[in-house]
């Protein structure tokens, strides 16, 4: 399969427990965040996104939370399943120069076991 | 559904070879971006096109090339394929400029021997 990313941090979780993933974002600028689930041998799948005058916005059993004081961004999946393992990425949005730029984090890898 | 569909899943090319990587998006979308990933170095931004015939450089252009002719698709060209491009190379599009997620292809898998 492919390799999306040999040494990252991996959380693993029973199926039917919360996840919670978290990820730290770098500029206090930043006014939009996304998160991303990538699969073996796809490319990423956005999942929920959240503007910065927001703290928590909730999807179908995902929820993220938003943490401007700290730079913090976490994603929480309830009852967590088996199609639930993959790479999960934050993404921060830089406007810099017009332009609008996606800041990706190196992500996090998801195990559910049985 | 957003489909951004990208030509080939896997390439062997040589050294010095002239690449295209081919990329096209069904959804009207104005902007089309192309990142590479590997492993430890997550995604990182090659160029970027907020309309046709327009194109900026991202973080890691040196050695590629784009072309937009249409709003739809999005080359990615490697001029001299060097084994430093080996790489997974994703192409995304995305409907607004700001605040606007992006939609992924697949992916393709280019190996440079």
């Known amino acids: 399969g492919e390799s999306v990313g040999l040494h990252l941090p991996t959380l693993s979780v029973q199926e039917g427990d919360n996840s919670i993933i978290n990820c730290a974002y770098s500029?206090?600028?930043?006014?939009?965040f996304i998160w991303y689930k990538q699969e073996s041998g796809k490319g990423p799948q956005f999942i929920i996104d959240?503007?910065?005058?927001?703290d928590k916005r909730q999807g179908q059993r995902v929820t993220v939370l938003l943490n401007k004081t700290v730079k913090h961004l976490s994603l929480q999946i309830a009852a967590t399943q088996p199609g639930d393992s993959a790479v999960y990425f934050c993404?921060?949005?830089?406007?810099?120069?017009?332009?609008?730029?996606?800041?990706f984090g190196a992500g996090t890898r998801l195990a559910v076991h049985p | 559904d957003v489909k951004v569909t990208q030509s080939s899943r896997y390439l062997v090319k040589r050294t010095g070879e002239k690449v295209f990587l081919e990329c096209v998006q069904d959804?009207?979308?104005?902007?089309m971006f192309w990142y590479r990933q590997d492993p430890g170095l997550g995604l990182r931004l090659i160029y970027f096109?907020?309309?046709?015939?327009?194109?900026e450089k991202g973080d890691i252009p040196e050695g590629y090339s784009v072309s937009r002719e249409k709003k739809e698709r999005f080359s990615l060209i490697l001029e001299s394929a060097s084994t430093n491009q080996t790489s997974m190379y994703l192409c995304?599009?995305?409907?607004?400029?700001?605040?606007?997620?992006?939609?992924f292809g697949n992916g393709t898998r280019l190996t440079v021997t």
């Open positions: 995304a599009s995305s409907l607004n400029r700001f605040n606007s997620p992006l939609h």
């Open positions: 500029n206090s600028a930043s006014d939009y």
């Open positions: 993404a921060e949005n830089w406007a810099s120069g017009g332009y609008n730029k996606l800041i």
């Open positions: 959240i503007r910065s005058n927001m």
């Open positions: 096109s907020y309309d046709v015939k327009m194109k």
């Open positions: 959804m009207d979308h104005e902007n």
